[in-house]
């Protein structure tokens, strides 16, 4: 489990499909069965459902949601730079941090499958390897203000503080440990990200990005 840590506290330092073009199915419809207005289309590189209206073959799907915000109105322009730069290391940081929850929630699940400790130990070795092989580079290059927003946003997506993860992972001792480490360079395992308060609008860049607004 202390090797998981140290990954993940080396992580720490846009599941958007493509657009689907109006004309972008490749396969003919299939006609509806007698009866029932229901049918197939085809649009890359998604299947749907779909009803003939008139003749006219309509895909049903669920859309997600649009959050629209209004204009932001800057005192300054050190404000305006400010917000410029929050929407540059959110771009950054974001991607990273849905990673790093998929990535939690995926070997939490996947230890709970394995019979004991030896085996959970050999899946944390190939896990190491792989992880620090990809990230070390890319964390590297983070500024230590990207890493702070990191670390909130890595709880916008877990809704766990990186303190409560490393104490479900290792325990109290060593995330007591952790954190009093962090603490002598300012920062703070347990600081949790909060969307309507102090990080409203890190969240409202957050949803921008997301929809592709920004």
């Known amino acids: 489990m202390e090797r998981l840590s140290i990954i993940f506290l080396t992580l720490l330092t846009t599941l ?20 029932t207005p229901a049918s197939t289309i085809f649009l890359m ?39 410029t730069r929050l929407v540059r290391d959110v771009k950054k940081t974001l991607p990273y941090a849905k990673e790093i929850a998929a990535i939690i929630l995926e070997t939490y699940e996947y230890m709970e499958t394995l019979p004991n400790d030896k085996e959970r130990q050999k899946h944390l070795n190939r ?13 590297k290059k983070l500024t230590r203000s990207q890493g702070q927003l990191l670390m909130k946003l890595v709880d916008r997506e877990t809704n766990s503080s990186s303190y409560h993860i490393i104490d479900a ?46």
């Open 45 to 83: 590189p998604n299947v749907y459902p779909a009803v003939v209206l008139e003749g006219d073959t309509v895909a049903c799907m669920w859309l997600k949601d649009f959050i629209k915000y209004s204009p932001l109105t800057f005192r300054n322009t050190k404000d305006q730079i400010a917000y």
């Open 127 to 139: 896990m190491e390897k792989y992880l620090m092989d990809q990230y070390t580079p890319k964390m």
């Open 169 to 214: 992972f290792m325990g109290s001792f060593k995330a007591w440990s952790y954190n009093l480490f962090a603490g002598m360079f300012g920062n703070s395992l347990k600081t949790r990200y909060n969307p309507f308060g102090e990080d409203r609008v890190t969240e409202r860049v957050c949803v921008l990005v997301e929809q592709g607004a920004v």
């Open 16 to 35: 958007l499909s493509p657009g689907i073009k109006a004309q972008g199915y490749y396969a003919a419809n299939i006609s509806p069965d007698s009866g």
